[in-house]
């Protein structure tokens, strides 16, 4: 146990004392009562300390000792182990009653063992470490980390920001002539011990430069830690947690006043009848950048658009209204609009039209112009091709309406989303005999731009070329 930290329950847990025999301890975080009973006065105390203040390991059992004799200090020891793999103790550096940062569980698999640091060992701030406001504190984080460090003042965060370039405990110290020493060595230890700082002799290999670590970018492994469960304290999955603050967004994004133009319904149960066999739709399947002289026609582009992604059923809820479409969607919330950038299709003008999946009709959003010749030209670039595609269609995503919902994983989920409507994209066009390709990015501002759209509101996530198949 960590002997020059100070102790204490971490924030939210509560203590209700509910008789002199018996204590309970609330922990909101796994939603646990943890029921205490036949407690000694010294441990009692012991325990109000952590739930408070806070207490060095040593004045917590210097405490017990006092009011409950030698003998009191194995039930001590005995229950902050058990507050420690309950994740419920949290360990700060403190000087003269005042922290500079605490370390608090962000996650099931948390273990804190300090360890000293070495006078000759150089220490490098992790490049996957990140700062972010908390409150009123800055929160240090990190995907390789199982703790959270809340910096409370000016002096951590500048030890933070010196270790940008490697230090040993001495240069540290040397920068920070403000800060007593005492206080940045065992700060980096606990920083080094949390797994947010890299240690080597000179000349020795970092960690994070071995063949794995080096291939993850920082964001894409804050991603995948932040969007799963194993290394963070957030909330997850189905939590609702704007219910009562903020109105759900509208199962169908309402659509303006704008020029609709309707659109060819097929016959499905004749498609049933006639369509191409399923395997040999998935084989067949591949992406195609080259198209027929005659560009795709409206009847095409309607009847496609009709099998992807119409509104089969509106679901009313008091809770979130949802809806049921040709393709999987997560939670049935369906986040993903369809936009359509015409630059050659039969009968319908070129510009950028918006898919009504309800009404199935397609919505102007406004005419050729500079920004959607601009959205084509992005789209050449990406699959180095010549020719300018017919139809680039442009999936976009109404985020609020899964983070409302969904916390932590609401991303995650919606580019899950993306990926199921692309392969229903390719299906369809193959078994239209259309020319499918999926695109890998695409600039989400210059989309905004485009349709006039608030960035943050309503993004785009995807990209699809469309055309007529060179027979």
């Not at 390719?426 to 485009?450: E, H, I, K, N």
Request: glycine share 8%.
């Amino acid at each position: 146990m960590a002997q020059n930290y100070l102790l204490s329950f971490v924030k939210g847990v509560e203590v209700e004392k509910m008789s002199a025999a018996r204590t309970v301890i609330h922990i909101p975080v796994t939603c646990e009562t943890v029921s205490l009973t036949g407690l000694a006065h010294g441990l009692r105390g012991a325990i109000d300390l952590l739930a408070s203040n806070g207490a060095t390991e040593d004045e917590l059992a210097f405490l017990v000792q006092e009011k409950d004799g030698p003998e009191g200090l194995a039930g001590f020891y005995y229950y902050l182990l058990i507050f420690a793999e309950r994740r419920i103790v949290s360990y700060s550096v403190c000087r003269d009653g005042r922290r500079y940062a605490t370390l608090a569980p962000a996650s099931a698999h948390f273990r804190f063992s300090p360890a000293p640091i070495d006078a000759e060992t150089a220490y490098t701030l992790s490049r996957f470490a990140y700062l972010h406001r908390e409150e009123k504190d800055l929160a240090l984080e990190s995907p390789l980390t199982y703790g959270k460090i809340i910096l409370h003042g000016w002096e951590a965060a500048a030890v933070v920001a010196e270790l940008a370039g490697a230090q040993t405990p001495g240069s540290l110290c040397g920068l920070l002539p403000g800060v007593p020493s005492d206080s940045v060595l065992l700060l980096l230890e606990l920083l080094h011990s949390a797994g947010y700082v890299t240690a080597g002799k000179p000349g020795e290999a970092c960690p994070e430069d071995s063949e794995t670590l080096a291939q993850w970018d920082f964001h894409d492994l804050l991603f995948h830690a932040r969007s799963r469960l194993g290394r963070h304290a957030n909330g997850f999955g189905g939590t609702n947690r704007f219910q009562g603050k903020i109105a759900p967004l509208p199962a169908v994004k309402p659509f303006s006043a704008g020029r609709m133009i309707d659109l060819y319904k097929p016959d499905m149960e004749r498609l049933e009848e006639e369509d191409y066999p399923f395997s040999l739709v998935l084989e067949r399947r591949s992406s195609i950048r080259e198209y027929a002289a005659h560009p795709m026609t409206d009847r095409q582009l309607g009847e496609f658009l009709y099998r992807v992604a119409r509104v089969r059923e509106l679901i009313k809820s008091d809770l979130q209204d949802v809806s049921r479409r040709p393709y999987p969607g997560g939670g049935a919330i369906y986040e993903l609009e369809i936009y359509a950038t015409v630059h050659d299709c039969e009968n319908i003008p070129p510009g950028l039209y918006h898919y009504c999946p309800a009404t199935h009709r397609l919505e102007t959003v406004c005419g050729r112009n500079e920004a959607t010749d601009a959205l084509l030209k992005d789209a050449v670039r990406s699959t180095s091709q010549e020719g300018t595609p017919q139809v680039l269609i442009i999936i976009a995503a109404r985020f609020q309406r899964l983070s409302w919902k969904y916390e932590s994983m609401a991303y995650n989920v919606m580019l899950k989303n993306v990926g199921v409507l692309y392969q229903t994209l390719y299906l369809v066009a193959t078994a239209m005999d259309l020319a499918p390709c999926a695109l890998g990015g695409g600039d989400s501002d210059l989309f905004a731009r485009a349709a006039g759209l608030d960035y943050y509101a309503e993004t785009s996530v995807g990209e699809f070329l469309l055309g007529s198949k060179r027979i």
